[in-house]
């Protein structure tokens, strides 16, 4: 989703521009047609149009829309900076401290294994 903006920003499904001008009665039957056709084939679509139209004030859709987006935005945010702060830390320094442990080991052993042949 490249567009944080715009819930709706899928290519195959309705912008919010054409949802607000179908739920006000302001397209041309062959839009109107158009609309419901995609109303039939997408339950997203279908259900969108019954969210708007259970709307009383129409007029006011927009506003709803635009709040809802600012929330949504909101989420992302909090939500990115949970995962940022979940993130582990850089592993160099124990995976240095790991491979050292282990050498120290093995040269101890090596030591060990000389001395007592001797």
Not at 18 to 38: D, W
Not at 52 to 67: H, L, R, S, T
């Amino acid at each position: 989703m490249s567009d944080i903006n715009n819930i709706l920003n899928n290519d195959d499904e309705l912008s919010e521009e054409m949802l607000l001008k179908y739920a006000l009665g302001n397209l041309t039957a062959e839009e109107r047609h158009a609309i419901e056709i995609k109303m039939v084939n997408s339950a997203f679509v279908n259900d969108a149009v019954e969210g708007i139209d259970a709307f009383k004030n129409k007029k006011q859709v927009q506003q709803y829309m635009d709040e809802l987006n600012r929330q949504l935005q909101k989420q992302t945010k909090k939500k990115k900076k949970y995962k940022a702060r979940r993130k582990l830390p850089s592993m160099d320094w124990i995976i240095t401290a790991v491979v050292i442990v282990l050498l120290l080991c093995v040269l101890g052993y090596t030591v060990l294994h000389l001395y007592n042949s001797k």
